[in-house]
């Protein structure tokens, strides 16, 4: 018997998407008495087949006479071509029976669900292993001194950079106009700050100066790279804001688009006035128009890249489709910061027009 099946068959048709369809088969009473398909179904990945009805209208119209039957599931592959699930069997047998083929999509749903958990698994896992790379102190991985770093002076100043680094947070939350803001405004939207419960001195990989933990809702400063009182401001600015987004706006650090916009708005609100993007080469004296945009977006594609496995171009795009939205919230602070600028103390003395102690 001549199985129709054959790869190919249907290449006249535009190519399908991947996936299942199931069909209604009918039997030509005529001729060979092959089981053929004869009206697709109304999946979304058969909507490729419109012509298959048409196929065998010829014979319909030459007065072949048909037995209508149940469905036959079939598969398209990523090349376009039908793939049977019952090919080179008896011709009785080419329609499965309707609970036989509600089974199989129930099995294979079922599979394609085990695999969607499977990839997020794989996922998370790829996201936990570079956060214990970047702080390896929150994985419960301490980093100690090698020999050749204690043979040369520079190592065992773990505990000497901490004491200090923790002196440096406490004085700047206690001076900082932006670091007060953020104290208020956590408490004003029920998230009060204990400063020894909240913020962690730690060592981190070079390449970052710190970072924002939701878990365990902690604002990790880097002693081994934030070193001096203004940097640990901005430091200290730029995770709060993230902390700000977790109390107030359900921050999902998961979601790439959560995750672009509060890196939108840390960015915009605690880092880059122009002198500071013309230093990180984002900017230049030639070129002023919409630097401050330029440098946001820059820092904050960045910043996506330093803690999410994504490409470059996943991040831009992330960025990019929630930029303006997430550069137009100015809360707590109310103001862009410039530098050598009173705008810090000004957005303190406004802090209660905007409802924040």
Known sequence: MLDMWQPGSWQRQRRPTTGLCTVK??????????????????QPSCNSLDGARNTY???????NGVVISSSFTFE????????????????????ESAEETIARNEKLAGQEQDTEK?????????????????????????????????FAGTGGREGIDKLQCERNVYKVLQ?????KIMMGALKSSGCAVDIRRHFSCEVCDP?????????????VICQNSARSKGFIQGVVTHEMIHMFDYCRRKLDLTDIKHLACTEIRAANLAHCSFLSAVTQGSASFFNIKNQHQNCVRKRAVASVLAVRNASQEEAEAAVDSVFWKCYNDLEPIGRRIRRNSDNMYQAYRDRISLGYD
Request: hydrophobic content about 30%; some cysteine.
């Open 25 to 42: 088969c009918i039997k030509f009473a005529g001729g060979s008495g092959d089981w053929r398909p004869h009206s697709q179904s109304t």
């Open 118 to 150: 499977l990839k997020e698994q794989f996922h998370d896992a790829l996201q936990a292993d570079k956060a214990r790379k970047l702080y390896p102190e929150r994985g419960g991985d301490p980093v100690k001194a090698s020999w050749l770093s204690t």
């Open 57 to 63: 209208a010829g014979n319909l119209e030459r007065g």
């Open 76 to 95: 398209i592959n990523n090349k376009g071509e039908t793939v049977p699930w019952r090919s080179r069997m008896p011709r009785e047998a080419r329609c």
């Open 175 to 179: 001076t900082s106009p932006l670091a």
């Open 207 to 219: 390449s970052v100066t710190g970072g924002y933990d939701p878990v365990l809702n902690q604002v």
